[in-house]
């Protein structure tokens, strides 16, 4: 939107049928409102928040537009060589400034269950993925029921994105920083380590595949990016972490969340 030699976006949800606890503005306008106001994350300032259904047809809110770049690859080909890593690093830092945010004193105490999340979010999510099925995945189901069954002890809560990865960034439009983290659909209280997974799936995923996004098969080193233990070490240096347990857990945790989202995204396109 332009008005008054001003630039700024509205976002709202998408057209046609959506799930019940899909695409709630109101959330994301109300955790970015409240980082803006309460932190030092990274956030485009917000409006105004409208959900009369009368005005445009759906909910929808007006944030700042924020100049800047946003990369959808990984292996960040569009930028220099030798900012590559620099800009990884910035994401973590700015993924351990989300995850310090004392959510209390930034108002934001009942925007989720601080216990249980790793627990809620299976169920959702294999709940989510039902209610879109549309073909018989054994994998998906094995890999439901192990998930429920291995739950780890440790229930952290931070404020957690939900989406956090490349292409969900605004980046600086000449250094490798962040400017905006945006899309925050997924936002709510929940275990630090789960977004810290979602944001390393690359290291898990497929080079050249359309839509995977990943990084297994490139050659890290020869395009000047990190390994993934490097990106958990600088989220240990910059949150005070001493180590990240059940990595594994929360990779695969992340991996079924992943394939239950692009399940829904299937399913409405087949709509």
């Known amino acids: 939107l332009e008005?008054?030699?001003?630039?700024?976006?509205?976002?709202?949800?998408?057209?046609?049928?959506?799930?019940?606890?899909?695409?709630?503005?109101?959330?994301?306008?109300?955790?970015m409102k409240a980082l803006g106001e309460h932190s030092e994350v990274p956030v485009p300032a917000m409006h105004v928040l409208c959900e009369d259904d009368d005005v445009i047809g759906t909910s929808f809110y007006v944030m700042d537009f924020v100049p800047g770049r946003v990369f959808t690859q990984p292996q960040l080909e569009a930028l220099p060589k030798d900012q590559r890593a620099d800009l990884y690093n910035d994401k973590i830092d700015t993924l351990a400034k989300l995850h310090s945010v004392d959510y209390q004193a930034a108002g934001l105490g009942d925007f989720g269950k601080p216990k249980?999340?790793?627990?809620r979010q299976v169920k959702r999510w294999s709940a989510q993925y039902e209610a879109s099925k549309t073909d018989e995945m054994p994998a998906m189901d094995n890999l439901m029921a192990w998930l429920a069954d291995n739950i780890p002890q440790d229930d952290s809560a931070a404020i957690a994105h939900g989406d956090f990865r490349i292409g969900n960034l605004m980046l600086h439009p000449t250094e490798s920083k962040v400017v905006s983290i945006l899309d925050w659909e997924l936002a709510t209280l929940g275990h630090p380590l789960s977004d810290l997974a979602y944001c390393c799936l690359p290291y898990h995923m497929p080079v050249n595949v359309d839509g995977a996004k990943g990084m297994v098969g490139a050659d890290l080193k020869s395009l000047g990016l990190p390994e993934e233990q490097q990106l958990l070490d600088w989220y240990c240096e910059y949150t005070g972490r001493s180590g990240v347990p059940n990595w594994n857990y929360y990779i695969a945790f992340s991996l079924f969340r992943l394939a239950a989202i692009v399940q829904g995204v299937y399913h409405r396109a087949l709509q």
């Open 3 to 31: 008005s008054g030699g001003r630039q700024y976006v509205l976002r709202k949800k998408p057209p046609g049928k959506v799930l019940p606890s899909a695409h709630q503005v109101d959330r994301e306008y109300r955790v």
């Open 116 to 119: 249980g999340y790793v627990e």
